[in-house]
């Protein structure tokens, strides 16, 4: 047996065409492996709180809309508290709080039909400002890139997580912006100008 440190690392692969065969199968035609696929909405009929609709695309450095991304959100109910983690039994049971989205083959456009979250507390009694944490692969992207989504009409001015990007500008890039009562556009851009902050988690 060879040494540690002869051993290479195995090349990083990109996703491919796989994530949408195994994760939204329903989604592509292969009905039958799931009656529906898998994280269709992250609420319930009667989730209590603000419903909201947020779209958005995502785009490579190039400025091109990958119609093939594939996101991952979670998000609190809307009291600020996360589904599975609540102890005190206070969570909205018709929040699971977990999606899976995938973008429109034609025209790139994704879309997410929820209510908008509460403020979550964080570990020195200060509150985050109303987010959404994205985790978005497509092709191109070895590892999935993780993200947030804050709400323009939102006091986002006191949040610890966004008070940590040095740069103060960057921090709009985080920003949905609402275009209508209860609607909001997000576009993810993965590289260049004004590419999206991605948390290292």
Known sequence: MGRLDDLKETPSQTAGPYVHIGLTPNKLGNAGVYPV?????????????EAVTITGTVRDGAGMILRDA???????????????????GAADPNVTGWARIIADFDSG???????KPGRVPYPDGRSMAP????????????LGLQ????????DNSACPVL???????????????QTGPGHYRFDIVLQGDGETVFFDI
């Open 131 to 142: 987010h959404i944490s994205v985790w978005v692969v497509a092709r191109g992207i070895n």
């Open 109 to 115: 456009e994704w879309l997410l039909n929820t209510i």
């Open 147 to 154: 993200t947030r989504i804050y709400f323009e009409d939102e």
């Open 37 to 49: 696929d898998l994280g269709e909405s992250p609420i319930r009929d009667g989730a209590q709180g």
């Open 163 to 177: 008070a940590r990007i040095e740069q103060p500008e960057r921090r709009e890039t985080l920003i949905a912006r």
């Open 70 to 88: 594939l996101i991952e959100i979670w998000q609190a109910d809307a009291d600020g508290i996360y589904p599975g983690n609540d102890p005190r």
